[in-house]
T-cell receptor, first 111, second 114 residues
Framework: KQEVTQIPAALSVPEGENLVLNCSFTDSAIYNLQWFRQDPGKGLTSLLLIQSSQREQTSGRLNASLDKSSGRSTLYIAASQPGDSATYLCAGKAAGNKLTFGGGTRVLVKP | EAGVAQSPRYKIIEKRQSVAFWCNPISGHATLYWYQQILGQGPKLLIQFQNNGVVDDSQLPKDRFSAERLKGVDSTLKIQPAKLEDSAVYLC????????????FGPGTRLTVL
């Protein structure tokens, strides 16, 4: 059974600092790993999706890496801004298109 | 392209009452998912439909939860009777068979059971 863990549960950084968010998963037989952003009271917005055959994906200030052998993914957000404050969730996709989510990391970027 | 629609956005009920949530997926998306997200946790899949058939309902508490997608388009999730521990955000998501990998999420329904 896939288990996904995100540590820390909360993170506070000053504006301009780079953010590093960690995600670990127990079953390396994932099809892909997806990172989401969730704002308070809102649904989930997909940020990046890394296929199992890929090592990383980039979009603007966001970069996500995937290491299946160690069961880890990392989301990097460069030059953080107050607007980056949100909860970030990672999810691994297994057979049947089933997503298993981590508990999320709540990020606060202070001006 | 319109996103996934959910209603209501908020619902407050007393325990032992019944409640229903509605989801309209993105047009053309064959697969529809209902997730439960308890405060401070990640979403947990309750049920997955492909068209009007159930693919996975292994984590659905079937003694009180039910869901249907009769015409393979919109879906209803019902809780009867509700318990205090059902307080959560209920998220609906959909995906197409073409872009099989990516799920698109609605804004969710926040349920409070008193």
């Amino acid at each position: 059974k896939q288990e996904v863990t995100q540590i820390p549960a909360a993170l506070s950084v000053p504006e301009g600092e780079n953010l590093v968010l960690n995600c670990s998963f127990t079953d390396s037989a994932i099809y892909n790993l997806q990172w989401f952003r969730q704002d308070p009271g809102k649904g989930l917005t997909s940020l990046l999706l890394i296929q199992s055959s890929q090592r990383e994906q980039t979009s603007g200030r966001l970069n996500a890496s995937l290491d299946k052998s160690s069961g880890r993914s990392t989301l990097y957000i460069a030059a953080s801004q107050p607007g980056d404050s949100a909860t970030y969730l990672c999810a691994g996709k297994a057979a049947g298109n089933k997503l298993t989510f981590g508990g999320g990391t709540r990020v606060l970027v202070k001006p | 392209e319109a996103g996934v629609a959910q209603s209501p956005r908020y619902k407050i009920i007393e325990k032992r009452q019944s409640v229903a949530f509605w989801c309209n997926p993105i047009s053309g998306h064959a697969t529809l998912y209902w997730y439960q997200q308890i405060l401070g946790q990640g979403p947990k899949l309750l049920i997955q439909f492909q068209n009007n058939g159930v693919v996975d309902d292994s984590q659905l508490p079937k003694d009180r939860f039910s869901a249907e997608r009769l015409k393979g388009v919109d879906s209803t999730l019902k809780i009867q009777p509700a318990k205090l521990e059902d307080s959560a955000v209920y998220l609906c998501a959909s995906s197409s068979l073409v872009s099989y990998n990516e799920q698109f999420f609605g804004p969710g329904t926040r349920l409070t059971v008193l």
